[in-house]
């Protein structure tokens, strides 16, 4: 059974860090293309960051420069770190792995930003 956990999300000021973390297991994680998606509150997800299997990195322009996405293939882990957050940042977020045409993804974890 594919499980993935996220962690790491919280309330935090406009300005400062935080870092999310995904554990995953029951899939071959260190073959697949993972990722970071959010969604804000009335709005459609929306892609974060994506790394694959090699650490291939592609962020939004929204967080191009501000978030990092990293992926630890021998501990099925990966994170998120994310500095100068903005209000517009708050969202739920999920991680997500691909595995050919099938898309497994966490409950997600809700992080606020306040102004």
């Known amino acids: 059974q594919v499980q993935l956990v996220e962690s790491g999300g919280g309330v935090v000021q406009s300005g400062g860090s935080m870092r999310l973390s995904c554990a995953v297991s029951g899939i071959i994680f260190k073959t697949n293309v993972a990722g970071w998606y959010r969604q804000a509150p009335g709005k459609e997800r929306e892609l974060v960051a994506t790394?694959?299997?090699?650490?291939?990195?592609s962020y939004a322009d929204s967080v191009k420069g501000r978030f990092t996405i990293s992926r630890d293939n021998a501990a099925t882990t990966m994170w998120l770190q994310m500095n100068s957050l903005k209000p517009e940042d708050t969202a739920v977020y999920s991680c997500?792995?691909?595995?050919?045409?099938?898309?497994?993804w966490g409950k997600g974890t809700l992080v606020t930003v306040s102004s």
């Open positions: 790394i694959t299997r090699l650490g291939d990195t």
């Open positions: 997500n792995v691909k595995a050919g045409l099938v898309d497994f």
